[in-house]
């Protein structure tokens, strides 16, 4: 993406008059200067190579980008008499948590979900960023109950920002916190130094179309994860997770990430008590390239009694070096997932919570591939077949040998479109049956798969040039042949849902 620079601001020039010595509070001037690239309608504000700039919390907002020149430093204030928040068009005074937890009842209850970040973005914002070749460094203490524990980078509900090539050290929080929020690019950032307690680094909630490369980490506790929640507790006047999206279009790449006693790399799955599981679903992850010291998930959610945890569809390992997997990331069942194996059972196969488990490969058209829970009764379905190929899919992992049944209610607009399995790894047919009826039939296919593997199986175009099909009441069934006679138990997966 690109910012749209119309002047620059240098903080250590007039009007603003930053010191950048380390010892004066320079938040008012640097503040001032984020404020009048924002009133000029963007620009970008400058830190002084080699200055070290004492602040509390600096808000930046849309199309503004923060520079940081060669060794100029953002170094957070211990005096809470430095800190503001934002209050309508200015700020107001507002006196930071000290320690580590703000309260006994809630478990991790960080004191930095309560406190402003240190460079924060307003709700809203876009087109933003924070660039540079310099430190975000956070407050030194001997005493871990008198640290103020903030964020160095965090927003909510942003959209279209950059946060690249910047150093964060010293750090006793999360990193880098964008909860809910879109279109965002983390690229080249080196995080060190951890102190008193977690270390996060890069901690991506309920967001969708972001990427992380080029990064660099050591962190005191899990390096980079996507994060599914919903009514999280911790919550803020800055943040919570109520009205959550889903985790999606994520890419992980070209990382270093070590963490001290915790996951360089997994997935938080927390969302399990959203009354739309479609909307906490993490989907079409692509991580590649990698270097992650140690990789897993966090299935067990301390705020809910449910049990169980989101779905997870279409998630891509490619070219990673991982040095130990925890046996946690072998529960999660995911479909249609490449590099590890994809889930056992179908899952959803009456499209009761929407899209959740099922992939689709659209035909460029948006509306060529989805969910219809509009009617009594949901179902899947491809159309716009005329623009080319479409599907609709579960990735499972099958074994060799073993006889198995495909059933499903289908139809379609009258042009043949086909039940299929498929290889997740080759593509090759291993099964098909054509339908053309245009009202609900049940289908079966039976088949066998040649090897052990991840296989897809749904619906697909076929020989069809126009119009649609639709999909419900799937399920995936065992074979029994013996004596010449066959039975058919339909497996319907391991209940993870509880209503």
């Given at each position: 993406m690109s910012m749209n620079k119309i002047f620059d601001f240098r903080v250590t020039n007039a009007p603003y008059f930053a010191k950048g010595d380390g010892k004066t509070d320079d938040r008012?001037?640097?503040?001032?200067?984020?404020?009048?690239?924002?009133?000029?309608?963007?620009?970008?504000?400058?830190l002084t190579a080699g200055k070290t700039f004492l602040t509390a919390g600096l808000v930046i907002k849309s199309g503004v980008e923060l520079f940081f020149e060669d060794r100029a430093t953002l170094l957070q204030s211990g005096d809470p008499s430095h800190y503001v928040k934002p209050a309508g068009e200015g700020y107001e005074p507002y006196t930071p948590m000290f320690g580590h937890n703000f309260s006994p009842e809630i478990k991790w209850?960080?004191?930095?979900?309560?406190?402003?970040?240190?460079?924060?973005?307003?709700?809203?914002?876009?087109?933003?960023?924070?660039?540079?070749?310099?430190?975000?460094?956070?407050?030194?203490?001997?005493?871990?109950?008198?640290?103020?524990?903030?964020?160095?980078?965090?927003?909510?509900?942003?959209?279209?920002?950059?946060?690249?090539?910047?150093?964060?050290?010293?750090?006793?929080?999360y990193a880098i916190m964008p909860f809910t929020c879109e279109n965002g690019l983390f690229r080249n950032i080196k995080i060190t130094d951890w102190s008193y307690g977690n270390g996060d680094g890069i901690c991506m909630m309920n967001c969708r179309n972001m990427r992380v490369t080029g990064c660099?980490?050591?962190?005191?506790?899990?390096s980079v994860y996507i994060f599914s929640s919903y009514r999280d507790p911790r919550r803020s006047v800055w943040w919570n997770s109520d009205n959550p999206q889903p985790s999606?279009?994520?890419?992980?790449?070209?990382?270093?990430?070590?963490?001290?006693?915790?996951?360089?790399?997994?997935?938080?799955?927390?969302?399990?008590?959203?009354?739309?599981?479609?909307?906490?679903?993490?989907?079409?992850?692509?991580?590649?390239?990698?270097?992650?010291?140690?990789?897993?998930?966090?299935?067990?959610?301390?705020?809910?009694d449910r049990g169980g945890y989101p779905p997870v569809t279409g998630v891509r390992f490619e070219n990673n070096r991982i040095d130990g997997i925890e046996s946690n990331f072998f529960e999660t069942q995911v479909s249609d997932m490449t590099g590890f194996r994809s889930m056992a059972h179908l899952q959803n196969g009456g499209f009761e919570q929407g899209r959740c488990f099922w992939a689709m490969r659209k035909n460029g058209d948006e509306n060529s591939a989805g969910v219809?829970?509009?009617?009594?009764?949901?179902?899947?379905?491809i159309d716009l077949l005329e623009k080319g190929d479409a599907a609709l899919y579960q990735g499972i992992y099958l074994k060799a040998g073993q006889p198995k049944l495909f059933k499903a209610d289908v139809r379609s607009s009258g042009d043949a479109c086909r039940l299929f399995v498929r290889s997740s790894d080759t593509g090759e047919l291993i099964a098909s049956l054509d339908f053309s009826n245009t009202s609900w039939e049940e289908k079966l296919l039976p088949f066998t798969v040649p090897e052990d593997g991840n296989y897809r199986i749904g619906i697909e175009r076929g020989d069809a040039s126009k119009g649609f099909a639709h999909i419900k009441a799937a399920v995936l069934g065992t074979q029994d042949e013996a004596d010449g006679s066959v039975s058919v138990e339909f497996d319907r997966g391991k209940m993870i849902f509880k209503y």
């Open positions: 008012q001037a640097i503040q001032q200067a984020l404020d009048d690239a924002f009133k000029n309608g963007g620009g970008r504000v400058i209850s960080h004191c930095w979900y309560k406190n402003y970040p240190l460079i924060f973005a307003p709700e809203g914002s876009r087109g933003f960023a924070v660039r540079g070749s310099g430190t975000v460094r956070m407050m030194e203490v001997t005493d871990p109950e008198k640290i103020i524990k903030i964020c160095p980078v965090g927003f909510y509900k942003c959209s279209d920002f950059e946060i690249c090539d910047i150093h964060i050290t010293n750090y006793h929080s660099d980490m050591y962190t005191g506790d899990d999606e279009n994520i890419e992980i790449d070209n990382n270093h990430l070590r963490s001290n006693h915790c996951k360089a790399f997994g997935m938080i799955l927390w969302g399990i008590d959203c009354p739309d599981l479609e909307k906490v679903e993490v989907r079409n992850i692509y991580v590649h390239d990698n270097y992650f010291e140690t990789m897993g998930n966090w299935l067990w959610n301390p705020y809910s219809n829970r509009n009617g009594e009764e949901p179902y899947g379905f």
